[in-house]
């Protein structure tokens, strides 16, 4: 994969992650009282990795030939860790 394929995909991932945040606000805003806390608690680990994931992607974007492999991994790892969350918290509702 090319680095800008790579790019692509990146951006695709962050505005995902982003919509997933986005879910879960709503899922939030629908739940009872009682539940709301715990989607809250959620929603802030969701959104702090969110924006991890786009720190890493702007990262990617500015990072000189020579750290390109190194924005490229950080990135992936950003990206696993989101997905990894993402996972727990679906897991819980």
């Known amino acids: 994969m090319d680095l800008k394929e790579f790019k ?25 009282s009682a539940a709301k806390e715990k989607y809250q608690e959620q ?11 786009q720190a890493k992607y702007q990262e990617l974007e500015k990072a000189a030939e020579g750290k390109l492999e190194e924005a490229k991994k ?5 990206s696993d860790s989101f997905a990894d969350g993402w996972k727990e918290i679906q897991s819980l509702f």
């Open 43 to 53: 929603l802030e680990k969701a959104r702090s990795n969110a924006k991890d994931l």
């Open 8 to 32: 692509q995909q990146a951006k695709k991932k962050v505005d995902e992650a982003f919509d997933k945040v986005k879910q879960l606000e709503k899922k939030r805003d629908e739940a009872s």
């Open 74 to 78: 950080a990135f992936s790892k950003a």
